[in-house]
Nanobody, 116 residues
Framework: QVRLVESGGGLVQAGGSLRLSCVASGSIFRLSAMDWHRQAPGKQRELVATITRGGNTYYADSVKGRFTISRDNAKNTVDLQMNSLKLEDTAIYYC??????????WGQGTQVTVSS
């Protein structure tokens, strides 16, 4: 069974930075694509960034140039470095694993709050 645990959320002023981390249990991490999603109050959950098992990355237009996704297959971790944070980045951030067998797993989420 795969378990994902996010950490690193918190309260930060606009313009500041945070680094989120997600650690995965199990042995399929290196075979899986990993995503970060977020959900703001009253809004649908949206994809923020993806990193494939080969290391290719994708970013939503709203975070391009400010956020960086990275992975460490030796540690089973995927990180999201968030710079130049804006008020509209406030949300619960979720880590998701898309396994090579087509299964998906979600973490419990970590709150990011950006204040003015």
């Amino acid at each position: 069974q795969v378990r994902l645990v996010e950490s690193g959320g918190g309260l930060v002023q606009a313009g500041g930075s945070l680094r989120l981390s997600c650690v995965a249990s199990g042995s399929i991490f290196r075979l899986s694509a990993m995503d970060w999603h977020r959900q703001a109050p009253g809004k649908q959950r949206e994809l923020v960034a993806t990193i494939t098992r080969g290391g290719n990355t994708y970013y939503a237009d709203s975070v391009k140039g400010r956020f960086t996704i990275s992975r460490d297959n030796a540690k089973n971790t995927v990180d999201l470095q968030m710079n130049s944070l804006k008020l509209e980045d406030t949300a619960i951030y979720y880590c998701r694993m898309n396994s090579n067998l087509g299964n998906e797993y979600w973490g419990q989420g970590t709150q990011v709050t950006v204040s003015s």
